[in-house]
């Protein structure tokens, strides 16, 4: 499915480029910058959707949770961060990622607060969703001072937004699935002092990691950094995935168990 989605939101990508060239319509710009800044977030949340885990949050859900997360996300950053700048004079990389991380949880945190049935995958899935809007509303901010700075160049932003597009996973949506999947797993289990430590050491994982993408700034230390990242989100699906398989099998041991004591007990007695 989530090939699907690449494929036609890449083709439809083309199309209103090509549009925007032959006829040189600048009123075409918007959806050019909004396809080109969504195509991959989306596809890859369609990829997380559609991995074997117990979800409990629908598909429509989860698209409100992308754009509630994603406006609620830059707009509290940004405050965030201009605030800081102006009464501190200067803003650490390791102040904008703890401001950026923290402002994407808060569209997770309020679902988690308001869901009743609170299954660890939705964790998962909610975070890379929050971390998708807020990715892709940046990439628009940054694909649209680019052309203006370019002075209409579509080649810029062809760039930037393939750029940032393949780069999103490995980032914005890695780091909040990460952190939202350990605030999930922290809230299952009755905010246990352990997994609130984890969900706080995973939060400080991923604080670093953005404000290395950040200090960095380069291709080599991006594939680094992405690696790092999705091999973090991939060892926490996969654990998710075992947990899940371990309780099924627990559930139908204990089934088994019950199924079977009656049938002992209708049994003549041997004295």
Known sequence: M???????????????RRTLVDTQNPNLVPAL?????TIVPAAFVTFIRGR???FSVGGGTVALIAFVGGVVGITAAGTG???ALRDLGTLPMLAVGGIEESAKLIAPLLVLLFLRHRRP???LLIGVASGAGFAALETMGYAFVALVQSQGDLHAVDGLLL??????????????????TALWAAATQHWRLRAVARFVLTFAV?????????SFASIPAYVVIGLVSLGL????????SARERAALAGSGRLSAGTTTSPRRDLRPSAF
């Open 33 to 37: 910058l909004l396809l080109g800044a």
């Open 52 to 54: 074997r885990l117990s």
């Open 121 to 123: 995958a939705d964790g």
């Open 233 to 240: 989100l991939t060892f926490a699906t996969h654990r998710l």
């Open 163 to 180: 750029l940032r597009g393949l780069l999103s996973p490995a980032a914005h949506m890695a780091w909040t699935g990460l952190t939202a």
């Open 206 to 214: 991923a604080v670093v990691l953005h404000a290395s993408w950040d």
């Open 2 to 16: 989530w090939l699907l989605v690449l494929a036609v939101g890449a083709a439809l990508f083309e199309i209103v």
């Open 81 to 83: 961060e201009f605030d």
